[in-house]
T-cell receptor, first 113, second 114 residues
Framework: EAQVTQNPRYLITVTGKKLTVTCSQN?????MSWYRQDPGLGLRQIYY???????DKGDVPEGYKVSRKEKRNFPLILESPSPNQTSLYFC????????????FGSGTRLTVV | AQSVSQHNHHVILSEAASLELGCNYS??????LFWYVQYPGQHLQLLLK??????LVKGIKGFEAEFIKSKFSFNLRKPSVQWSDTAEYFC????????????FGKGTMLLVSP
């Protein structure tokens, strides 16, 4: 089954403790992206990647890092999480032309206390 | 850069009522347009999309949307909503050019009362 898999689904952590949210897709998509979803703000793009070793900032990249060492994986790294990063995070992937839209993962609900 | 505006943040309807959710975008060139739905506690799922051709596109679950280029609009419609349509709906746009990304509106929460 074609899908985007995120882990974990839920995470509670403390301020400053580094964490990684994994994202993997099995559709051989070139394009991958991370969004955060907050009430009243919709989805805002954090980082995206056009292909392996090619990443770029989205609208809200501060406090986040990403890497794209393999085509299927696009982890999101929070080096020093803060409470304002409490949010619902979605990973998405798409073919290069993005003409068919994105396939989304199930989401990761992160709480930073 | 492109942007998307959704007219209503919350909409409340009774079952069998007709639905129209407004979406306007700003971008000077050709775009692809999407509507996504997010049921409570779930991820986003594609409802329908417009690339080119017939401006009236039909999606899943009886939804349709009409692209009006002169108005930069892509409104979502359904003739008769059901309780199971309760969800948040997102309009999204991506320019039809090389290195561009999908931009979402802030969403419209639809509550359908039985």
């Amino acid at each position: 089954e074609a899908q985007v898999t995120q882990n974990p689904r839920y995470l509670i952590t403390v301020t400053g403790k580094k964490l990684t949210v994994t994202c993997s897709q099995n559709m051989n998509h070139e394009y991958m992206s991370w969004y955060r979803q907050d009430p009243g703000l919709g989805l805002r793009q954090i980082y995206y990647s056009m292909n392996v070793e090619v990443t770029d900032k989205g609208d809200v990249p501060e406090g986040y890092k990403v890497s794209r060492k393999e085509k299927r994986n696009f982890p999101l790294i929070l080096e020093s999480p803060s409470p304002n990063q409490t949010s619902l995070y979605f990973c998405a992937s798409s073919s290069q032309d993005r003409g068919n839209g994105y396939t989304f993962g199930s989401g990761t609900r992160l709480t930073v206390v | 850069a492109q942007s998307v505006s959704q007219h209503n943040h919350h909409v409340i309807l009774s079952e069998a009522a007709s639905l129209e959710l407004g979406c306007n975008y700003s971008y000077g060139g050709t775009v692809n347009l999407f509507w996504y739905v997010q049921y409570p506690g779930q991820h986003l799922q594609l409802l329908l999309k417009y690339f080119s051709g017939d401006p009236l596109v039909k999606g899943i679950k009886g939804f349709e949307a009409e692209f009006i280029k002169s108005k930069f609009s892509f409104n979502l419609r359904k003739p008769s909503v059901q309780w199971s349509d309760t969800a948040e709906y997102f309009c999204a746009v991506i320019p039809n050019s090389g290195y561009s990304t999908l931009t979402f509106g802030k969403g419209t929460m639809l509550l359908v009362s039985p």
